[in-house]
């Protein structure tokens, strides 16, 4: 029989990797940043709680262009990985990876489900494959060798440029309102004050909180980002805050939270528009006191970290709601910060669009695609992107994958304008639509756009796997 994971989490301490790790991690000037990247998130969030306690700090995801962005933003030394994220087949993430960043180790392997053919792994440029991704000790020593070569052969993390041309480097700025933006993070960079970024989905948001951290003063300590959204009620305090032994059913052993594990950096709480209400004053008492107190605990800790917050909501309405608390809105919003869409910056698309093209080509190398007729390039200037960025990348993404031609023309952007077929909309006085059945059309909507693919449309419509599902097949 194979022990349980209670087992498993319970037996790490008698080994002598993470030992190892923690000796590594005092004599580093900050801990070992490891994303892991996995579908399966009952394991990612198993394996992070694990490498956590050990001093790594992780960011886990379930999407592909998540990681790579996280990649592309130097914010990670290590990356664990599985085969076929994101609906890609085979070692697709891996590639990309290395394409971005030759030399940053990659741990790839499974979850569950068929042993991986480790030496294909290695030709596509695997820096250890591991079968199971639940042996936490051999992942750990895998990290230890990792940090320890690219030490010894000068391939140590790249330092975060703290200056104002990485900002100019993050952003496509042609439009007026992006060369503001970019101005302004460059000021609120300068402070320790809490920012409030707004913008609509597929803007964004989270890359504009990467560029204050990164401009800042803090850019050599961790950043940590976390979507309220994306965890449960009953689990979001105990991710935030932390709990120790025996504070609930399950606690098995202390976790530090991300707020410790942001301690001198940066954290962002995206979509803090829905953090539940009763964890918001805890917010407050650290943006107030810098102190917070793990679940289960009796003692405070002060805490150094700059908080970013992050929505696409309205918080004055949330507020008059009754679903957010005044005060705090009042002490996240002393700097907002917002994104304009992509329709507000209409020149910057064609830019974007060249930038997005060039790197689609990269992952696709034997696609014709290689321009845009001007026809073509003027839709995309003028098509509405509700999806913003976001959504302009993935069109890309999609004429590069299924082009035939080495020219784009406009007859290959109808899909723009088309509405999924037989959808109609009903008239208010005669039959009123519903949230959920709106929600239901406007899914299958972008769904359309992304030829099926749930992780994409998910992304796009900044909402979890699990109600993209949920809203796909509402119960009866």
């Not at 990985?81 to 087949?89: D, N, P």
């Not at 250890?128 to 895998?142: G, V």
């Not at 042609?174 to 803007?203: C, D, F, K, Q, Y």
Request: glycine share 6%; aromatic share 4%; with cysteine.
């Amino acid at each position: 029989m194979p022990s349980t994971q209670i087992d498993m989490t319970s037996n790490i301490r008698q080994l002598r990797a993470p030992r190892i790790v923690r000796q590594h991690v005092q004599n580093s000037p900050q801990h070992v940043r490891v994303l892991i990247a996995d579908n399966n998130s009952a394991a990612a969030e198993s394996l992070r709680s694990n490498l956590a306690c050990e001093g790594c700090l992780c960011e886990v995801t379930s999407s592909g262009e998540h990681a790579l962005d996280v990649v592309r933003d130097l914010a990670c030394d290590v990356v664990i990985c599985t085969v076929g994220i994101q609906g890609a087949s085979g070692f697709a993430l891996l590639d990309r990876i290395k394409e971005i960043q030759p030399e940053l180790p990659v741990i790839i392997g499974t979850s569950s489900g068929p042993a991986i053919n480790a030496a294909e792994a290695k030709r596509h440029g695997a820096f250890q494959c591991i079968d199971n991704l639940r042996d936490t000790s051999r992942i750990l020593s895998c990290i230890i060798q990792a940090t320890v070569d690219a030490q010894q052969y000068g391939k140590a993390r790249a330092p975060i440029q703290s200056s104002a041309g990485s900002i100019d480097q993050a952003f496509v700025q042609e439009s007026s309102a992006m060369r503001e933006l970019s101005e302004s993070i460059a000021l609120v960079a300068r402070s320790n004050t809490p920012v409030l970024i707004l913008g609509e989905t597929g803007t964004g948001k989270e890359r504009v909180a990467r560029a204050i951290h990164a401009a800042s003063a803090r850019s050599s300590q961790p950043f940590v980002a976390v979507n309220t959204s994306a965890i449960p009620e009953q689990l979001l305090e105990s991710e935030v805050f932390g709990h120790v032994r025996g504070a609930f059913t399950g606690a098995t052993q202390t976790r530090r939270g991300l707020m410790q594990e942001a301690h001198g950096g940066t954290l962002l709480l995206d979509e803090i528009g829905d953090m539940p209400l009763g964890l918001q004053p805890k917010l407050l008492r650290v943006l107030q006191f810098g102190e917070s107190r793990p679940v289960g605990s009796d003692r405070t800790n002060q805490l150094d970290v700059r908080v970013i917050a992050a929505t696409h909501r309205d918080l004055g309405a949330l507020v008059r709601e009754g679903s957010f608390r005044e005060d705090l809105r009042y002490r996240l919003n002393i700097i907002p910060l917002t994104v304009p869409p992509l329709r507000n910056r209409r020149q910057d698309i064609l830019p974007l669009v060249a930038q997005f093209l060039g790197e689609a080509k990269a992952r696709n190398l034997t696609s014709p695609v290689d321009a845009f007729s001007d026809e073509a390039a003027d839709a995309l200037v003028h098509a509405p992107w509700p999806g913003n960025v976001r959504e302009l990348e993935n069109t890309i993404e999609r004429l590069v994958v299924l082009g035939r031609e080495a020219k784009v023309t406009a007859a290959d952007l109808l899909f723009l304008q088309q509405r999924p077929t037989g959808e109609s909309w009903p008239s208010i006085d005669n039959s009123p639509l519903t949230l959920k059945e709106m929600n239901r059309r406007y899914l299958r909507w972008v769904l359309a756009q992304t030829n099926g693919d749930k992780v994409r449309a998910a992304a796009i419509l900044d909402i979890d796997l699990s109600t993209l599902y949920r809203w796909e097949r509402p119960k009866e």
